[in-house]
């Protein structure tokens, strides 16, 4: 154990990220310092909102540097200017967190502790976040969270209670103000957002309508999640699907593709209706974008808004505390794909943010699950 694999930029990026755009780099293992430990990489959350973090093709070039090439460009002794914690540059390494991290709950992996100096974690512990696509990970103990596999399994953390389901749960509990009785669009509803908006709407008494790609993902947000219905953008106009679905129109639209979809959905909002802005998955890689009317906004008094999860963070505990109550109460689902080995992650990704995968919270395992033993 002693060389340690890594996913790296190779280059600027346009439009749908693949293996080409990545390094897969072995590197000497890490050693912890004081205040962290070494993690054994298990899962690896992979989610649409990596790719604005990547590099675009024809940006203005944005390069990691080291040695001469960095003291020759900065003058402070190869020192390197410090990272915007939303943007990863050419040369770093792949990650699915925020560094440096935001909170305990910005972390994008789990794992098993192999090495510690920090009093809360021993070897063999399990430990959320990590933040890189790598075998193993030095971590700061005091930004990362103690796992335990008794309590929920332990890539819940990702999935059950991981970032993207609290996205969904700020949205929908501090955003949509749905009543009974009112009508929510749910885009991309088989995604690891849209799951547990669809059921938290459900669960509240409003009519739900999924979009989603594919015969067998919308069988899912009906037959699973508990819609009222759902529309296959593959198959039917979207526009056209909700005239006959919707005829009276809809109260809230919760968005998390934008794109062509977005305008389909805005043009049949009801007078005060609500267009939540969580995502634009289907403009990250530049193959679509959109343009609302401001004058329909102002005739319907509609209320648009956009949300980040990270702004919320005090909402965790309680977040957390419902979902698993729900789920050991089987109450509320959760799906999830996973693609095994490292070597997979740029693949998933890219099916991540194509919709071509199966749906469900989608990870990586890196190495064997041993808390299932």
């Not at 890490?30 to 973090?53: F, K």
């Not at 989603?212 to 993902?217: D, F, I, N, R």
């Not at 809809?250 to 005060?272: C, M, S």
Request: aromatic share 8%; proline share 7%.
């Amino acid at each position: 154990m002693t060389i340690n694999r890594t996913w790296r930029i190779a280059r600027p990026i346009a439009g749908l990220p693949g293996p080409a755009d990545f390094t897969l780099a072995e590197e000497p293992l890490p050693e912890p310092g004081e205040g962290q430990v070494l993690m054994r990489t298990i899962y690896i959350s992979i989610a649409p909102g990596a790719r604005p973090m990547m590099p675009y093709a024809g940006e203005e070039p944005d390069v990691a540097h080291s040695g001469e090439s960095a003291r020759n460009l900065t003058g402070a002794g190869g020192a390197e200017p410090p990272p915007n914690p939303y943007r990863i540059r050419v040369g770093e390494r792949m990650r699915s967190g925020i560094v440096p991290s935001a909170s305990p709950f910005a972390g994008g992996t789990v794992g098993q502790v192999i090495a510690s100096r920090h009093p809360r974690y021993a070897p063999g512990d399990y430990i959320f976040g990590g933040r890189y696509w790598s075998d193993y990970e030095v971590v700061d103990g005091d930004a990362s969270l103690k796992v335990d596999p008794a309590e929920l399994p332990i890539e819940a953390d990702l999935s059950l209670i991981g970032r993207s389901a609290m996205t969904g749960w700020v949205g929908w509990k501090r955003f949509c103000d749905g009543k009974p009785g009112e009508t929510i669009v749910v885009s991309a509803a088989t995604g690891s957002v849209g799951m547990v908006v669809c059921q938290l709407a459900k669960r509240a008494g409003l009519t739900v309508i999924g979009i989603a790609s594919g015969a067998e993902k919308c069988a899912y947000v009906t037959n699973e999640l508990g819609a009222d219905a759902c529309i296959d953008r593959t198959a039917e106009d979207v526009g056209t699907a909700l005239d006959r679905i919707a005829p009276g129109g809809i109260d809230i639209y919760f968005d998390n593709v934008g794109g062509f979809t977005r305008r389909k959905v805005y043009d049949r909002l009801r007078p005060f209706g609500r267009l939540i802005v969580c995502g634009m998955a289907a403009e990250y890689n530049g193959a679509e974008e959109d343009t609302l009317p401001t004058g329909v906004i102002l005739a319907k008094r509609l209320r648009i808004e956009g949300f980040v999860v990270l702004d919320f963070d005090e909402d965790y505990a309680e977040f957390r505390a419902e979902m698993a109550r729900l789920w050991h109460a089987g109450e509320i689902k959760v799906r999830q794909t996973v693609f095994e080995g490292l070597e997979s992650a740029p693949e998933a990704l890219a099916a991540c943010l194509s919709g071509e995968s199966a749906g469900g919270k989608i990870l990586v395992r890196v190495s064997p699950d041993t808390s299932l033993a």
